[in-house]
């Protein structure tokens, strides 16, 4: 059995996560602020063996009634609003760059990435495009460090329908996917709608990757393709709720594209129709990688993308994770399911590393 692992985390909110007043560089059980109790701190990714992550530039896009209020949140289509919400994320991201705690992430396909480790590689991974006030922004993102895009989060984003929409891209989106492109910019499907995910996959051949998805045939009941109502296959409003799983048809093209999706920690995407504090268990979450894989045809389209307590705590993760230094036990599952070491390694660091062009001697 493989112990300890190097692993790469796809999807953590920290920066979020200490606008909520979280001591980052804490134990969790010593850190403050929401989402109690606490899974994720700098500190505590040390100690699991996490060395390089996806971070994000969270921001919520809020309406007169909603009860979400913080730094993170701008009223709805409020460009101006959105970019200092988002700028305010990135200049953390920078500080702790500069103060030596991070190390920033070139990329996809830049070249000399160093082979040790220092501190946490971390990319910055921008969840909805809103903070781009246009696609003439891009540039300037990219050059601070943006290296992954999700263009909208649930709700309508001026680029994109999220998954708590019918709605697809806006014409903002459809002119900022040739810039991404040309700029080496991944595109993120987690949180769009069918509509926007079926669009940008014919708008683009680039890799996709889903940073923290998991299985729309598990969270289904076994519904694992995409409906023939709606129009164009798209889900009628009745099963929203399911756009935020991946159905089998968009797990195959991101595979065939070279992408990787992310397993999601959250319990609520994990199994579906728990109990109010019920907790699924390791093994519920690992059918969801298997379910990839099975679709993938391989074991190199999946790595672990947890989205660890971002606006959750630790009793929303599976029954035995309750901070990254208990992700071994997802290796552990894995090894008794016949897992050759290989693929476990590839599965908590080899497959997103090979993705983004890391090469390290750990």
């Keep these: 059995m493989l112990s300890s692992p190097a692993w790469f985390d796809a999807h ?32 505590s990714l040390v100690e699991g063996r996490v060395r390089a992550v996806l971070a994000t530039i969270f921001t919520q896009a809020v309406t007169e009634g909603d009860d979400e209020t913080g730094a993170h949140t701008y009223a709805l289509g409020d460009a101006e609003a959105a970019h200092t919400a988002g700028h305010r994320q990135l200049k953390l991201y920078h500080a702790w760059r500069d103060a030596g705690i991070i190390e920033l992430m070139p990329r996809r396909g830049a070249v000399g990435q160093a082979s040790s480790l220092p501190s946490l590689l971390t990319g910055i991974l921008m969840e909805c495009a809103d903070p781009i006030r246009s696609p003439d922004d891009l540039d300037w993102w990219a050059e601070q460090g943006v290296v992954a895009i999700g263009m909208a989060w649930w709700h309508q984003s001026r680029y994109a329908g999220g998954n708590g929409v019918e709605t697809g891209l806006t014409d903002l989106g459809r002119e900022l996917i040739p810039r991404m492109d040309a700029l080496g910019i991944v595109h993120d499907a987690s949180h769009l709608s069918d509509a926007s995910l079926s669009e940008l996959f014919e708008r683009t051949d680039a890799p996709v990757v889903a940073t923290h998805s998991n299985s729309r045939a598990i969270m289904s009941g076994g519904a694992g393709t995409l409906p023939a109502s ?19 048809e968009f797990i195959a093209e991101i595979a065939r594209r070279g992408g990787i999706i992310g397993l999601n920690l959250y319990r609520r995407f994990i199994k579906p129709d728990l109990g109010a504090t019920e907790r699924p268990t390791i093994d519920d979450a690992i059918a969801h990688v298997e379910h990839v894989c099975e679709i993938a045809g391989h074991r190199h389209a ?57 090469v390290t001697s750990d």
């Design 230 to 248: 709606g129009g164009g296959g798209i889900l009628p409003a009745s099963d929203l709720a399911l756009q935020r799983h991946i159905p089998d």
């Design 302 to 358: 999946v790595g672990l993308g947890s989205d660890m307590d971002g606006g959750l705590t630790a009793n929303d993760l599976p029954d035995g994770i309750d901070r990254p230094a208990d992700l071994v036990r997802l290796a552990d599952a894995l090894s008794a399911r016949g897992w050759s070491d290989d693929d476990v390694r590839d599965f908590a660091w080899g497959n997103w590393a090979r993705f983004w062009g890391i």
């Design 12 to 43: 953590l909110d920290l920066a979020y996560l200490a606008e909520c007043g979280r001591d980052m560089h804490a134990d969790p059980a010593d850190a403050r602020g929401r989402h109690q109790p606490a899974a994720v701190t700098l500190a």
